[in-house]
């Protein structure tokens, strides 16, 4: 069965978007890194349902704690600050987080500003995106 690609045209809007955040700590996400990043697989998108700005002490010990937690090895071209994240309606169960790095994708998506860590890294705990190229997304939530 060959993989269909994931149609996002339509965003949840504004208050959705709210909603949908509510009790939602963090997202990861895995994709395939271009094929030229041989040693580093896999990309990875974090993003912490905050505004907060982090130190690099806490930023570090942030990522350590995934790198830990998900088996993910030789983290590279790490990118960590607060950027604007659409979220894209699809047949998935859950919104699509979409980092929003043109500007007129910001000026006409509706987003929410989070903390994202994107970066590219190798796991044997992600064989989809690693050996299937697909992409997947987990949401992890608070218990309030």
Known sequence: MEAKAIVTDTYLDPIEISLHLKNVEYIIMAASAPGHFKDTPIHFSIFLNTKDKFTQDVQDAI?????EEQGITKP???MSQLMPVGFGKSNQDTPMPLLLIRPEDQRTIPHAVMFVMDFLADSE???????NKLTGWSYSYTNG
């Open 63 to 67: 990522l350590n704690k995934f790198l």
């Open 125 to 131: 705990n992600f064989h989809e995106a690693k050996i």
């Open 76 to 78: 590279t071209e790490l």
